[in-house]
C-alpha cells in the first residue's frame, strides 16, 4: 500500500447534499481531508466545515487564495461550474466538477483547456462509473460474454417539481435545463459508457408545465456510434421511484435495476448477479474520490475526464435541439470513449 507523507487536502466549493456526500465520502478515506469549504450561504459553509474541522468561506476565489489545497470539489449551480474550475487552475488546483460538467460544450472546452494550461487534472462527477452493479454491467459486455449489444433501455422516474429539490434547478440559466440536464445526465452517461460509444444522433420530445421554466418529462432515441439504439425515458410527475437499465445482446440480455439488482438472462432464464445495496452510493463516491486523488498524485488522467464529461453534455444539448426541432439532430463535438 502506497503511503503518503501528508493528507491530500481538498477544498468544497458549495455546500449542499452532494457536497456532504463528497465530505461522507472523504471520511472513508484516510489518507485524504477536506480543509475549507465555501458557499456562498456562509452559514451552509460553516455547518459543513464544522463536521470536517475546516475552514468556512463565503467567496471562493478567497478560499483559493487562502486556503492550503491540493484540490476543490465544484459542487455549485451547473453555470457557476466553468467561472469556478478555471479560476481553480489558475490557482494550480485539480478539479473534480459535478455532473453536469457544464451547460454547453464551449464551457467544458475552456475548463479542459484551462486545467491543461495550468498543469492540473479534471475529473467530472459522474458517480455511476463506481457503482458496483453498472461496473460489473460494463465488464461483462466488454467480455463479450453475451455477444455484441443491440439495444438499450432507460427508464428512470423523480419527483421534478418546486420543492423537491433547491429552486435553482428551475431556474433555466443556473441549471441549464431542467430533468434532462440533472437526472438524465446520469442517463446518458450510463447508456454512452455501458454501450461503449458516444451519441451520433438524437430524437427526442420534453414536456415543460406551464408553471415551470424547465422541463419535467422527456423521452429520446439515441444512436451510438457503433450502431446501438438507446431508448431513453425520464419522468417527472412523482411516479413510483425506478432507475432501471436493460440491454439487449446478441446472445442474451442484462437488468440493472436500484431496486433489484444486476440479472442476467440467458434462453428466458433470469439469474442474479449482484443484489442491490443500499450503501453502495457512499461506497461509489469514496471510490470515486479515491481515484481521482490517485490520478492528481500520479499526474494521469481520472477515471471520468473532460473529454468524457463533454460528450455527455453534447448529447444532452442534442436532446434539447431535438425537442425543440422536432428533428433528428446529429451530436456535435463527438469523441471517442476511451474509459477503461
Not at 419527483?159 to 441549464?176: I, T
Not at 468524457?308 to 444532452?316: H, L, M, N, P
Amino acid at each position: 500500500m502506497v503511503t503518503h507523507s501528508r493528507k491530500f487536502r481538498l477544498g468544497l466549493v458549495g455546500a449542499g447534499g452532494v457536497a456532504l456526500l463528497h465530505a461522507d465520502a472523504v471520511a472513508l478515506l484516510p489518507d485524504i481531508e477536506v480543509t475549507a469549504v465555501c458557499d456562498p450561504r456562509f452559514e451552509a459553509a460553516v455547518e459543513l466545515a464544522a463536521r470536517t474541522g475546516a475552514l468556512a468561506f463565503n467567496d471562493h476565489t478567497v478560499m483559493f487564495d487562502s486556503a492550503d489545497l491540493d484540490a476543490v470539489v465544484v459542487t455549485a449551480p451547473h453555470a457557476l461550474h466553468a467561472s469556478i474550475t478555471v479560476a481553480a487552475a489558475r490557482h494550480g488546483l485539480h478539479v473534480l466538477v459535478e455532473k453536469p460538467m457544464a451547460t454547453s460544450v464551449s464551457d467544458c472546452l475552456r475548463m479542459i483547456d484551462a486545467c491543461t494550461q495550468y498543469g492540473v487534472q479534471l475529473g467530472v462527477g459522474h458517480v455511476i462509473h463506481f457503482l458496483p452493479g453498472v461496473v460489473e454491467a460494463r465488464r461483462l459486455l466488454l467480455a463479450g460474454e453475451l455477444g455484441a449489444p443491440l439495444m438499450i433501455t432507460e427508464r428512470r422516474t423523480a419527483h421534478y417539481s418546486p420543492g423537491s429539490r433547491p429552486a435553482w434547478f428551475f431556474d433555466p440559466e443556473l441549471a441549464g435545463g431542467g430533468i434532462v440536464m440533472n437526472v438524465g445526465i446520469h442517463s446518458i452517461d450510463k447508456a454512452q459508457w455501458l454501450g461503449d460509444a458516444p451519441a451520433t444522433r438524437v430524437l427526442a420530445h420534453t414536456v415543460r408545465k406551464p408553471s415551470l421554466a424547465v422541463e419535467t418529462e422527456a423521452v429520446a432515441l439515441l444512436q451510438l456510434q457503433n450502431g446501438v439504439r438507446v431508448s431513453l425515458s425520464l419522468v417527472g410527475t412523482g411516479l413510483p421511484f425506478q432507475d432501471e437499465t436493460e440491454i439487449v445482446c446478441e446472445q442474451g440480455a442484462l437488468r440493472l435495476s436500484r431496486r433489484d439488482g444486476l440479472w442476467v438472462y440467458r434462453n428466458s432464464e433470469g439469474t442474479r448477479l449482484l443484489p442491490a445495496a443500499e450503501a453502495e452510493i457512499g461506497t461509489a463516491f469514496a471510490e470515486q474520490l479515491a481515484d481521482f486523488v490517485a490520478a492528481c498524485r500520479e499526474n494521469r488522467a481520472p477515471g471520468v475526464d473532460g473529454d468524457y464529461g463533454r460528450s455527455v453534455i453534447a448529447t444532452a444539448l442534442a436532446i434539447y435541439e431535438s425537442a425543440g426541432s422536432a428533428e433528428l439532430v446529429a451530436v456535435p463535438h463527438v469523441t471517442e470513449l476511451v474509459q477503461s
